[in-house]
């Protein structure tokens, strides 16, 4: 029962680091394509909706936020440095 544990640990930090890198990935595209769509492709006559662009910003910081809680907990990330100094800093 313990391997089930450390296997299901192990999947979930790369769930945590996929779920960072993705969001990371995807707030930069729509950051770029909405001020290209701004300076491009916006007509005046067209309504755009601030609201729907702030949840939609927002929906994805917060999965970009739960990934990096996820990533704070895994023993072995990639965020997290594995110097001797944080790790005698961590025994003291």
Do not use: R
Not at 42 to 59: C, L, Q, V
């Amino acid at each position: 029962m313990c391997n089930l544990y450390k296997s299901m640990n192990k999947y979930i930090s790369q769930l945590g680091e996929l779920l960072f890198v993705i969001s990371i990935l995807v707030l930069l595209f729509s950051f770029i394509m909405s001020f290209f769509y701004v300076f491009f492709f916006y007509n005046e006559e067209k309504y755009f909706d601030i609201y729907n662009a702030i949840a939609y910003i927002g929906f994805w910081v917060v999965l970009l936020a739960v990934g990096v809680k996820i990533i704070d907990k895994s023993p072995n990330s990639f965020l997290k440095s594995d110097s001797k100094e944080t790790k005698s800093k961590k025994e003291e």
